[in-house]
């Protein structure tokens, strides 16, 4: 590959994007949102927050020194990560509390990357996360799943038009801003009913001493704040 070639692909990765119409910007936000309201279209794109949110999980412990065993994800649209290391401590406080902030934290970021322009940039990040997670799912719906993520990310940024990458790339950042704060009113209301009695609030309280309803509040303000942040950047305003 030629010095010129590489230049002409790193620019395309990296280089700026022009701003779309704000149209688009709203019109993707729209399809997001029927994505995450509507129960029916909520059960199979409940999939992606899920790779986010064991995505997460498994970020954090391993940027916190845990060793990372493997990830499942399931059918249901559950997740399990599975990590060795100290059972207390910063790292696995963090790792516990990783997962439903995730999906809102990862699209918050996306929104700082559309508002300065890198569109293509946000499409093969995202390409070399999934790659990277691939390789620690244990199951083959798990595998499945990312496959498919990975590979319409990596389409979408090699094969089509700027406009479409635009719209693509709008559609999933709303995605990932709407869809993460539905998971913890999920919990929350599980819990309510006498169920999810080893979810993450509770882990996070075996080992803080901070009640759960306290995390589960600490999840509600983490997705709604991302949700009015990166809304902002992707408005514009």
């Not at 499409?123 to 990312?146: D, E, Q």
Request: charged fraction near 10%.
């Amino acid at each position: 590959m030629d010095t010129h070639h590489i230049t002409d692909v790193w620019d395309r990765v990296f280089g700026a994007q022009p701003d779309p119409g704000v149209w688009l910007v709203i019109v993707t936000g729209v399809l997001a949102l029927g994505a995450v309201v509507p129960r029916t279209a909520w059960r199979l794109s409940r999939n992606a927050v899920t790779i986010a949110h064991e995505g997460g999980h498994g970020l954090i412990a391993l940027v916190t020194g845990r060793r990372l065993d493997g990830i499942r994800l399931h059918s249901d649209t559950s997740g399990l990560t599975v990590s060795r290391g100290k059972p207390h401590g910063l790292g696995m406080v963090l790792t516990a509390a990783a997962g439903y902030t995730a999906p809102s934290l990862l699209g918050l970021a996306g929104a700082a990357l559309l508002a300065s322009g890198h569109i293509t940039a946000l499409l093969w990040g995202a390409t070399v996360l999934l790659l990277a997670m691939l390789v620690m799912i244990r199951n083959a719906y798990g595998v499945l799943t990312v496959v498919l993520a990975g590979g319409t990310f990596l389409l979408v940024s090699w094969l089509t038009t700027a406009q479409v990458q635009a719209a693509f790339a709008y559609a999933v950042v709303w995605f990932l801003l709407l869809g993460g704060i539905r998971p913890p009113f999920e919990l929350q209301g599980k819990r309510r009913r006498g169920g999810a009695v080893d979810s993450d609030p509770d882990q996070l309280a075996r080992l803080t001493h901070v009640p759960a309803a306290v995390w589960l509040g600490f999840f509600h303000v983490v997705t709604l704040c991302s949700l009015m942040g990166g809304g902002r950047w992707l408005l514009g305003l």
